[in-house]
C-alpha cells in the first residue's frame, strides 16, 4: 500500500485540453496516495490557470495524430471546437470536473500551485488575471527549491 | 485471509480491506482507524455515514463526491483522514477500496 515516492512536482507547458487533464489527474491522483504534489504552469500552460481561459481550453485536432482526422479537416473552423465538445462530454460522464473546479479540488486536497514569472511576465499578466487559489508567481529556481525531499520526482508535460 | 480485529475474526483481503462488509461495525471501524493511527470523532464518523450510503446506493465515490456531499468539504476530509483520505476512510467503513482515479 506505500510508495517510495514522496512528492511530485509538474510543470504544465501547454494548454490543451489532453494536456491539462494529464497534469490535474496525476496531481490529484498523487494527493489521493498521501504523496504531495505541486503544479508550475509556464508558457501556454498559463492559459490553464486565467480566469477568462480556463473554460475555453481546446484539444488539439491538428497535427495529433491519435485524433485519426487529416490534418486539413482538423483545421477547418469548428472542427476543433467540435472535438472539444464531445471530449468534455465524454469526461463529464466519468465525472471529470471541468478545468475551473478541478483546480478548486488540486488546492482544497493540497496541491500547490504556481505561476512562472518568466512567462506571467512575458505574456503581460498580472495577478488579478490568474485564479485565486494560485499559491505564487515563482521562477524556475524557486520551483526546483519546492523539491526539497527525498523521493521527489520532477514531470515535463 | 482472516484477521483478528476487535477480538472477532474478520475476512480481509491482501491490503486489509473487508472483504464482506456484513462483518463490520463501529468497533471494527474504530480498531482499523487505530491501526491507522486515527482517532475516531463525531465528524469522522459523519464522512464515515456519508461514504455508508454511497455505498448502499452503490454509487461510486470520488474526491469530486466528497466536495458535493453537503456532509463535508475536501479540506476536512484531507486533515481526518491524512495521506490517502478516500482509501483510509474506505478501509475504516469496510468497503472495498474506490477504484476512481479522480
Redesign the interface.
Known amino acids: 500500500m506505500s510508495t517510495k515516492v514522496k512528492k511530485m512536482l509538474f510543470i504544465l507547458s501547454k494548454a490543451t485540453i489532453e494536456n491539462a487533464y494529464a497534469a490535474f489527474v496525476m496531481a490529484n491522483g498523487a494527493r489521493m496516495e498521501g504523496i504531495e504534489s505541486e503544479i508550475f504552469f509556464t508558457f501556454f500552460g498559463l492559459e490553464a490557470i486565467q480566469k477568462k481561459k480556463l473554460d475555453h481550453l481546446h484539444v488539439a485536432t491538428v497535427g495529433n495524430p491519435a485524433m485519426h482526422m487529416p490534418t486539413m479537416l482538423g483545421g477547418l473552423p469548428g472542427v476543433e471546437a467540435l472535438a472539444t465538445k464531445m471530449m468534455k462530454k465524454e469526461m463529464e460522464k466519468l465525472d471529470m470536473p471541468p478545468i475551473g473546479e478541478f483546480l478548486e479540488i488540486l488546492s482544497d486536497s493540497g496541491c500547490k500551485l504556481w505561476a512562472c514569472k518568466l512567462a506571467v511576465d512575458m505574456f503581460h499578466l498580472e495577478r488579478k488575471d490568474l485564479i485565486d487559489e494560485l499559491d505564487g508567481i515563482l521562477t524556475i529556481g524557486d520551483f526546483y527549491s519546492r523539491a526539497d525531499v527525498e523521493n521527489c520526482q520532477l514531470l515535463f508535460i | 485471509m482472516k484477521k483478528l480485529i476487535a477480538n472477532r475474526e474478520i475476512e480481509v483481503n491482501e ?2 480491506y473487508l472483504t464482506n462488509f456484513s462483518q463490520w461495525d463501529k468497533n471494527i471501524g474504530e480498531e482499523l482507524a487505530k491501526e491507522q493511527s486515527i482517532d475516531m470523532t463525531d465528524r469522522h464518523w459523519e464522512a464515515i455515514d456519508f461514504i455508508h450510503e454511497k455505498f448502499k446506493k452503490e454509487e ?1 465515490l ?4 466528497i ?1 458535493k456531499s453537503g456532509v463535508l ?3 476536512e476530509f ?1 486533515s481526518l483522514f ?6 483510509k476512510a474506505t478501509l475504516i467503513a469496510g468497503i472495498p477500496k474506490p477504484k476512481s ?2
Open positions: 491490503e486489509g461510486p470520488s474526491i469530486r463526491g466536495k468539504d475536501i479540506k484531507y491524512p495521506g490517502g483520505p478516500l482509501k482515479c479522480i
